[in-house]
C-alpha cells in the first residue's frame, strides 16, 4: 500500500525547533501560573454532545457556532463532540460543585482544541491554547485580575508588535438602537465592525466618533451606566499600560459591538453576547493575527444554577509562535506518498 505524508487540512506536526521552541513557551506560561497560585484541571478532549450544544445554544453560539464542532457517534450509539472550547466544559463540571470549594478560585488549562472552518491559508482546525479563569472575585476585581494575567503572559518571549483592544458588552446598545431606527439592528451592528463610516451619516456622530476613534467624545450619548463604566475602563487601560510598556492598549468598543446585551437587539436576530462584561482580545505583528482573547462570563454560571463572578481568557500558543504561517505546516501540506509493505 502506499502511505501518505499527508495530514488533514487544518492541523500540523511540530518538529525539532518548532516543537522545543513549543514547549518552553508552555512551560515558562504554567511556571508564572503556578506562582501566581493558580491551580491546573485538565479536562477530556471528548464530551457529549447534548449539554454541550446546549450551552452553545443558550449563548447565542457566540463563541463558538454549533457547525464548528466535530461530532461522531461512538460504539454504544452516544452522540460525541471533540473538545472545541475549555470553558463550557469547565463550567458545566464546576457549577454543581462550587457550593463545596473555596473561592476565590484560579484554575488554568491546556491542550488541543478542534474546530472546523472552511479552508483558509494560515487558518488552523488544531490549536493548541493556554488559558485560565478566576472565579469568585468581587466586582471588577475578578476581571481586572484575569487581564493583568493575560497580559503577563502575553509578552512572555514575544518579540513582535503585540497590541490589546478592550471594552465591554452592551457598550453600544444605545447608539446601535437608535442608529437601526426601527430597522435590522444586526446589519447596523455588522456594518459597526466593519467599521463603515455609511452607518453613522446625520445625527449619529458619536457612532461615527465610535468607528474611527473606538470611543465618543462624549460618554455620556453611551448612557449613564455605560459611560461610567467606559470612564472606569479607561483608567484601568492606563494603569496597565504603564505596567506593560511593551504591549499597547487601547479602548475600542466597535471591535465588540456584537457583545449586545439589550433584548431588543438579540430578539431581532443579532448575536447574544457570551461575555457579560469586560471583553479584549490581543493581535500580534503587522498582520495583526489574533493571539488570545478573554472577558467576563457571570451568566455562563447562572444559566447552569451557579451565582459567581467568573472572568477568563485563553492564548493561542501556536500563533504566539508564528507556527500558523510557518513551514511546520509542510506536513499537512505534503502530498508525496511513501512506499510501504502491505
Not at 5 to 21: E, I, K, M, Q
Not at 65 to 85: H, I, K, P, T
Amino acid at each position: 500500500m502506499r502511505v501518505s505524508a499527508a495530514l488533514p487540512t487544518g492541523v500540523a506536526a511540530l518538529f525539532l525547533d518548532s516543537a522545543r521552541r513549543h514547549r518552553e513557551l508552555e512551560a515558562t506560561l504554567v511556571e508564572r501560573l503556578l506562582a501566581s497560585r493558580f491551580d491546573e484541571v485538565i479536562l477530556p478532549v471528548v464530551d457529549y454532545l447534548d449539554p454541550y450544544e446546549a450551552m452553545l445554544t443558550n449563548t447565542g453560539s457566540s463563541w463558538t457556532a454549533r457547525d464548528e464542532l466535530y461530532r461522531f457517534v461512538d460504539r454504544d450509539g452516544e452522540v460525541l463532540a471533540l473538545r472545541a472550547d475549555f470553558t463550557p466544559m469547565l463550567a458545566r463540571l464546576l457549577a454543581p460543585r462550587l457550593a463545596s470549594l473555596e473561592l476565590p478560585l484560579r484554575l488554568f488549562y491546556r491542550g488541543d482544541v478542534l474546530r472546523y472552518q472552511e479552508e483558509r491559508v494560515g487558518r488552523q482546525r488544531e490549536t493548541y491554547q493556554l488559558g485560565a479563569e478566576v472565579l469568585g472575585l468581587p466586582g471588577e476585581d475578578g476581571e481586572r485580575a484575569a487581564l493583568q494575567k493575560f497580559l503577563d503572559l502575553l509578552a512572555v518571549g514575544e518579540r513582535r508588535r503585540l497590541f490589546v483592544v478592550m471594552g465591554f458588552a452592551g457598550a453600544l446598545d444605545r447608539l446601535l438602537l437608535a442608529a437601526a431606527n426601527g430597522d435590522d439592528p444586526t446589519a447596523v451592528t455588522a456594518a459597526v465592525m466593519r467599521r463603515e463610516r455609511r452607518v453613522a451619516r446625520g445625527h449619529r456622530s458619536a457612532l461615527l466618533q465610535v468607528i474611527e476613534n473606538g470611543v465618543p467624545d462624549d460618554p455620556g450619548e453611551l448612557g449613564d451606566l455605560a459611560a461610567e463604566r467606559l470612564e472606569r475602563l479607561t483608567v484601568t487601560c492606563r494603569e496597565l499600560a504603564e505596567a506593560f510598556p511593551n504591549i499597547e492598549l487601547r479602548v475600542d468598543l466597535a471591535e465588540f459591538a456584537d457583545q449586545a446585551l439589550a433584548p431588543e437587539l438579540q430578539m431581532a436576530g443579532g448575536p447574544r453576547a457570551y461575555y457579560d462584561g469586560l471583553v479584549f482580545r490581543a493581535f500580534a505583528g503587522a498582520a495583526a493575527e489574533p493571539v488570545g482573547a478573554g472577558g467576563r462570563y457571570d451568566g455562563l454560571f447562572q444559566r447552569l444554577g451557579a451565582e459567581v463572578t467568573a472572568s477568563g481568557f485563553s492564548l493561542s500558543l501556536d500563533r504566539l509562535l508564528g507556527h500558523g504561517h510557518s513551514s511546520v505546516e509542510a506536513a499537512s501540506q505534503e502530498r508525496e506518498p511513501l512506499e510501504a509493505e502491505e
